[in-house]
Nanobody, 124 residues
Framework: QVQLVESGGGVVQAGGSLRLSCTTS????????MAWFRQAPGKEREFVAA???????YYADSVNGRFTISRDNAKSTVYLQMNRLKPEDTAVYFC??????????????????WGQGTQVTVSS
């Protein structure tokens, strides 16, 4: 089994920065694709960023240039550095893992394991 735990959420004013962490337990994720999704109240879960097991990355257009995803396999941790935050970034952010990645995916159903989420609130 794989457990994912997010941390680092909080309240920040527009233009500020925040770094989220997702720590795994139970098994190594060195061969996994990892991703961040977010969900605002009343809206569907949307893709934010992903890092493949090869360490290649891709992003949603809405965050590209502002957010950076990275991973440290030795620490079993994936990070999301969020800069120049906007009020529309406000959401619960979820970490997700795909143990058998086939291709780049921005779809939640491609990911088998999920964390509990961490709240990010950006004030205007």
């Amino acid at each position: 089994q794989v457990q994912l735990v997010e941390s680092g959420g909080g309240v920040v004013q527009a233009g500020g920065s925040l770094r989220l962490s997702c720590t795994t337990s139970g098994r190594t994720l060195s061969n996994y694709d990892m991703a961040w999704f977010r969900q605002a109240p009343g809206k569907e879960r949307e893709f934010v960023a992903a890092i493949r097991w090869t360490s290649s990355t891709y992003y949603a257009d809405s965050v590209n240039g502002r957010f950076t995803i990275s991973r440290d396999n030795a620490k079993s941790t994936v990070y999301l550095q969020m800069n120049r935050l906007k009020p529309e970034d406000t959401a619960v952010y979820f970490c997700a893992a795909d143990p058998a990645p086939a291709a780049n995916s921005r779809l939640p159903q491609s990911y088998d394991y999920w964390g509990q989420g961490t709240q990010v609130t950006v004030s205007s």
